[in-house]
């Protein structure tokens, strides 16, 4: 077998320049060739033009005509179809938080996702509950990344007695079950909706962090994920940790 | 057809078949995101790689973009402009998908059906590299046979 490939590769090594290249040598003209030597019968004299022949000027007017025509179907579609969609960038509407407080004293849960919208927000849709295929994730590589480069703010979904026994440095204090209480703490630092928010609890047994991250999404946020390995994984990998109810 | 190569030629017929394949890859690809906008909307907002004013008019239009360059590519109608969309399309969507990929998100591809959950990994480039260097075949051939294009 080796031989074979020595052999082969030998002989692709003397094929004339044409056609694309790779490491100066044609990249697949010599398969072609070679069945032609077989008896494929078929006319092989001329080989793949280069790159540099292709007629560019041409392939791009075309692809511009092409472009231009798809785009103004596709507008034109959209307009008169019935699911078509606003042009128009709309970030989620949000539901006015201390209105549902007051509606939802009594209730616990999750306020953003447990609640139908009330008068004064029926224009906002209630966004459906994310499902664990649904919501974005990122592993502990992405975990990492996002920590060492501050990009992301970490939300801790646990308890606060399992926050203050260990955390992510820098992760905020969010216990899901208990919304309510810890909302009007965090939300007001987490002014700029589109910031990447990271939820994350005991790890894949746990929907902790699902659950908030469903809140923080009917709460207008757009880029909410979940690291769904959570404490266990960052633990286990003696990734930094802090300790105590400060973050 | 007219203008069809007078011998066959084993390049051409290699180039013809990747052409009208990539052609059909690409009506099935647009299939299911024709109908539903505000799907394939969200879908392109998690990879965080357009800016959020042309997120809906991309919704809109890479659907369709991809129907009419499939449609050309498979009839043979303006072949190189689209060989030359599709080409520009994968290799969009492999940057898209290996910066992603890079950031550790753990994401649906949503690459051919929506509501298909086919994670993204590094198979998932490699595809569409695999794609885009076939799109670059077909953008190397001079001629094509069974095609509506006389040039």
């Known amino acids: 077998m080796t031989g074979i490939l020595q052999e082969g590769l030998v002989v692709w090594a003397k094929m004339p320049l044409s056609g694309l290249h790779l490491f100066n040598r044609p990249v697949y003209s010599h398969i072609i060739d070679e069945a032609s030597l077989k008896g494929f019968g078929l006319n092989l004299k001329r080989s793949f033009s280069s790159l540099s022949a292709i007629p560019w000027k041409q392939s791009f007017g075309e692809a511009w005509n092409l472009f231009v025509f798809a785009s103004f179907f596709a507008v034109l579609f959209n307009t008169f179809y019935s699911d078509g969609i606003s042009l128009k960038t709309e970030l989620p509407k949000n539901y006015d938080f201390h209105e549902l407080l007051n509606k939802n004293q009594k209730s616990s849960g999750y ?3 447990k609640t139908a919208p009330s008068k004064s927000t029926q224009n906002s849709v209630a966004p459906k509950p994310l499902t664990l295929d649904q919501i974005l994730r990122v592993n502990l ?16 979904a646990r308890s606060p007695e399992e926050y203050a026994e260990g955390h992510i440095p820098g992760a905020l204090e969010f216990y ?3 919304f309510e209480k810890f909302a009007p703490l965090v939300l007001p630092q987490l002014e700029d909706k589109r910031q990447e928010l990271i939820a994350y609890c005991h790890g894949s047994s746990c929907e902790l962090s ?31 940790i802090n300790t105590g109810d400060q973050p | 057809m007219k203008n069809s190569p007078r011998k066959w030629n084993g390049i051409l017929i290699l180039q013809t078949f990747l052409r009208i394949a990539c052609g059909i890859l690409l009506i099935y690809s647009s299939s299911d995101k024709l109908g539903d906008p505000s799907k394939f909307l969200k879908i392109i907002e998690n990879y965080h790689v357009l800016p959020a004013d042309l997120l809906p008019l991309a919704a809109v239009v890479i659907p369709w973009l991809e129907f009419f360059t499939g449609l050309c590519l498979a009839i043979g109608f303006q072949w190189r402009g689209g060989a030359f969309i599709f ?12 910066w992603n990929l890079a950031q550790g998100t753990e994401m649906n591809c949503g690459c051919f059906a929506m ?7 590094g ?10 260097t076939l799109g670059l075949v077909v953008l190397d051939a001079k001629q094509t046979y069974a095609a509506l294009d006389k040039k």
């Open chain 1, 111 to 113: 306020v953003g996702w």
């Open chain 1, 141 to 156: 590589v992405g975990a990492k990344n996002r920590f060492d480069q501050k990009s992301s703010i970490f939300l801790d």
């Open chain 1, 176 to 178: 899901a079950d208990d």
């Open chain 1, 210 to 240: 699902l659950h908030l991250a469903n809140a923080l999404v009917a709460q207008g946020y757009t880029n909410v994920k979940v690291f769904f390995g959570g404490w266990p994984e960052w633990k286990k990998a003696n990734y930094p």
């Open chain 2, 87 to 98: 080409c520009a399309l994968m290799g969009i969507y492999t940057l898209a998908l290996a």
């Open chain 2, 115 to 121: 509501d298909a959950t086919e994670k993204l990994t």
């Open chain 2, 123 to 132: 198979w998932t480039v490699l595809r569409d590299l695999v794609f885009f």
